[in-house]
């Protein structure tokens, strides 16, 4: 298996429209490394992409990926889904009959309901189903489904809206998470996994451990509802995994390439574990 990380960034991107902050600056100016674009991954292997963010198409274009066997969505948030579209690509707009490919789109039960919920999302699925471009199964919210001989299993995180993924296959296991793991405790059996790699976010970087700089205001509202890097710190102290790797990096935090890599030493000091942060483009051999 191979972890593709096709965007680093969380809700808001870096560099962020109209933003002239240092970051902000660099990552204009620098290579696709310096920028964040929204939370997607790719896992090689059972060929699954997870999260379709506005920027999706840019991210499948600049990657390796020459195929995409499924697709699973974590949550219904739009900066998780907002790309969606991205399945009109599958469209033959030339051929006559035309001939379309079509993507297995899985969704957990609870997701699908979210889906329903918020944003026009099910509808939209459904008007993509209906054109043969995506096919929509709808998971147990736990049980393990097999792509490409890979056993995947939904994670349902404390805010239930919200999944992880176990992906095991070939000897190896993993763990992404890609937002919303505030207040998340493993159970015994995750708890007690040696994965091979966990993919994590990492949280609101509430003050900068390395240059003390606070980027929130310590009686803001985000800090009750939203994940802390302190947070992160110690979800991973609950897991065993050979290599963490903490991604969904928001642009208030104010995280360059240069600067997530002292984060990501600061955190392996803080937990005793190989933790390393995220970066657009960057690919892990597991
Ligand atoms: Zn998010
Ligand atoms: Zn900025």
């Given at each position: 298996m191979?972890?593709?990380i096709l965007g680093s960034g969380g809700a808001i991107t870096t560099p962020k429209p109209f933003c002239n902050c240092t970051v902000c600056e660099l990552a204009?100016?620098?290579?696709?490394?310096?920028?964040r674009l929204g939370p997607s991954v790719f896992i090689h292997g059972p060929n699954l992409l997870i999260d379709t963010p506005e920027e999706i198409s840019i991210q499948l274009n600049r990657s390796s990926i020459e195929q995409i066997d499924g697709c699973v969505y974590s949550h219904w948030h739009p900066d998780?889904?907002?790309?969606?579209?991205?399945?009109?690509m599958n469209k033959d707009w030339i051929g006559l009959p035309p001939e379309n490919r079509k993507t297995q789109i899985f969704l957990t039960e609870k997701v699908e309901s979210t889906f329903q919920q918020f944003l026009g999302l099910k509808g939209y699925f459904d008007f993509l189903a209906s054109d043969g471009l995506v096919d929509i199964s709808i998971v147990?919210?736990?049980?393990?489904?097999?792509?490409?001989?890979?056993?995947?299993?939904?994670?349902?995180?404390?805010?239930?809206?919200?999944f992880g993924f176990t992906i095991e296959g070939g000897n190896k296991k993993i763990?992404?998470?890609m937002d919303e793991l505030k207040a998340w405790v493993p159970n015994e059996v995750i708890g007690n996994t040696e994965?091979?790699?966990v993919y994590l976010p990492l949280g609101i970087v509430e003050v900068n451990p390395i240059n003390?700089?606070?980027n929130v205001d310590p009686k803001h509202p985000i800090l009750q509802y939203e994940l802390?890097?302190?947070?992160?710190?110690?979800?991973?102290?609950?897991?065993?995994?050979?290599?963490?790797?903490l991604s969904h990096i928001e642009e208030l935090d104010g995280v360059s390439c240069s600067m997530g890599q002292q984060l990501g030493r600061y955190c392996s000091e803080q937990t005793g574990k190989k933790v390393e942060l995220g970066y657009d483009t960057l690919i892990c051999d597991i």
């Open positions: 191979k972890l593709e204009r100016a620098g290579s696709a490394q310096d920028a998780h889904t907002a790309g969606k579209r991205v399945f009109e147990k919210n736990s049980e393990p489904f097999l792509l490409n001989g890979y056993r995947i299993t939904p994670v349902q995180m404390k805010l239930d809206f919200s763990l992404v998470v994965f091979d790699l003390g700089k606070r802390t890097l302190n947070e992160t710190i110690d979800t991973i102290k609950m897991l065993k995994g050979k290599k963490f790797i």
